[in-house]
């Protein structure tokens, strides 16, 4: 079984600074993946980032990077130089590499970004 | 770039009747998906399908649930009789072959109300 757990319900900052959004996860799974989605008002949802769970390197996406400690099972989702369109809902998920894939979610962040 | 539709945006039902939400996924991929979504909660997974049949299912998805592939594009979710709970949104998501690529992509949503 997996299970996601994001422990920031809300999180804010000010345009142009870093903000670090929290995600631990549990899976039994040796392969995996992981996810960071964003959902803005539209509700639509938007791959951010992506990190394999073999290897070692923390993925980057321009301003987005992730910070993965495997043997923690955390997964945060940093955002650098923060602009008004990356206010959101940000969910942490995770798809197991043995299954079909089905992505568990964790509860979400919603961020807020104050110009 | 190729993305995900869905159709309708939005449905309005009567509690028993049945509904049809359609998808048409990326075009060369080949695992598909539906999950839900109910107003401020966490996206749930629902079913996986894969070479023509249900990979995977969630508690969620009872018998009042199926899926379909019926042509080479489309993909549906039908539910036979709805009930008030069943009022969320309802995302469809297709990803490539597993050796590739393992992301998700999502399609708008359709959003679900049973009055």
């Known amino acids: 079984a997996q299970t996601v757990t994001q422990s920031q319900p809300e999180m804010s900052v000010q345009e142009a600074e870093t903000v670090t959004l929290s995600c631990t996860y549990d899976?039994?799974?040796?392969?995996?993946?992981l996810f960071w989605y964003k959902q803005p008002p539209s509700r639509q949802m938007i791959l951010v980032i992506r990190?394999?769970?073999?290897?070692?390197q923390n993925a980057t996406e321009n301003r987005f990077s992730v910070n993965f400690q495997k043997a923690a099972k955390s997964f945060s989702l940093k955002i650098s130089d923060s602009q008004l369109g990356d206010a959101a809902m940000y969910f942490c998920?995770?798809?197991?590499?043995?299954?079909?894939?089905?992505?568990?979610f964790g509860q979400g962040t919603i961020l807020t970004v104050h110009p | 770039e190729p993305e995900v539709t869905q159709t309708p945006s939005h449905q309005v039902t009567q509690m028993g009747q049945e509904v049809i939400l359609r998808c048409v996924p990326i075009?060369?991929?080949?695992?598909f998906y539906w999950y839900r979504q109910i107003l401020g909660q966490k996206v749930e997974f629902l079913v996986s399908?894969?070479?023509?049949?249900?990979?995977?299912k969630s508690e969620i998805f009872d018998d009042q649930f199926s899926v379909e592939r019926p042509d080479g594009s489309n993909f549906t979710l039908k539910i036979r009789s709805t009930k008030l709970e069943d009022s969320a949104m309802y995302f469809c998501?297709?990803?490539?072959?597993?050796?590739?690529?393992?992301?998700?992509?999502f399609g708008p949503g359709t959003r679900l109300t049973v009055t």
């Open positions: 998501a297709s990803r490539g072959d597993r050796a590739i690529a393992y992301e998700q992509y």
């Open positions: 899976t039994s799974e040796s392969d995996y993946y």
């Open positions: 990190q394999e769970a073999y290897k070692q």
């Open positions: 998920a995770n798809a197991g590499g043995t299954s079909y894939g089905k992505l568990t």
């Open positions: 075009s060369n991929h080949l695992y």
């Open positions: 399908f894969y070479n023509n049949e249900i990979s995977e």
